[in-house]
């Protein structure tokens, strides 16, 4: 998947990477979209099947929300489909989830509401539009700001 030049499908300039549950996450150059993107792979075979191309299109097609991070494109390299998201500024590191945020912070009671109503604001959005349910929710999968 990365070449001795340290791209990523032969084609995204690597920037970083990060471990996740069933996929890893690499921070890229985007070249075309002249951007910087999070690309995920899924690492093992259950979890690729998990995301289907249909759902994958839904999901393409999903209005902008701001308690959702976009997915900007999706493609398949010797059977592996992988897709690319908004890469969040600041966001390159594990530290800005909301488990590593909980860790080093006891957040005021206003805060966690917040919080709250904006991840339940953006799991209403992505079902209404696209009918499909986000089946693992955690810490992890929580960026915070």
């Known amino acids: 998947m990365i070449d001795g030049h340290k ?13 996740g549950g069933t996929a890893d996450v690499y921070i ?4 075309a979209l002249d951007q910087v993107v999070a690309i995920k792979v899924p690492r093992r075979v259950h979890a690729q099947q998990q995301l ?11 209005p902008p929300n701001p308690s959702v991070v976009p997915i900007l494109f999706a493609e398949e390299w010797q059977g592996i ?14 530290g800005e989830t909301l488990r590593a945020y909980l860790h080093a912070s006891r957040p005021p009671l206003q805060w966690s509401g917040r919080q709250v109503v904006s991840v339940m604001r953006g799991l209403e959005h992505a079902y209404t539009s ?6 693992d929710i955690k810490p992890d999968n929580i960026l915070v700001d």
């Not at 499908?9 to 970083?16: C, E």
């Not at 890229?28 to 070249?31: Q, S, Y």
């Not at 289907?52 to 999903?62: A, K």
């Not at 489909?81 to 594990?94: H, N, P, Q, V, W």
């Open 7 to 19: 791209n990523l499908f032969g084609r995204f300039p690597v920037l970083g990477q990060l471990q």
């Open 28 to 31: 890229c150059e985007h070249p």
């Open 52 to 62: 289907t191309t249909v759902e994958i299109r839904l999901l393409l097609s999903m």
């Open 81 to 94: 489909l992988y897709f690319g998201m908004e890469c969040i500024a600041g966001r390159t590191k594990i």
């Open 130 to 135: 696209t009918g499909l349910l986000h089946l």
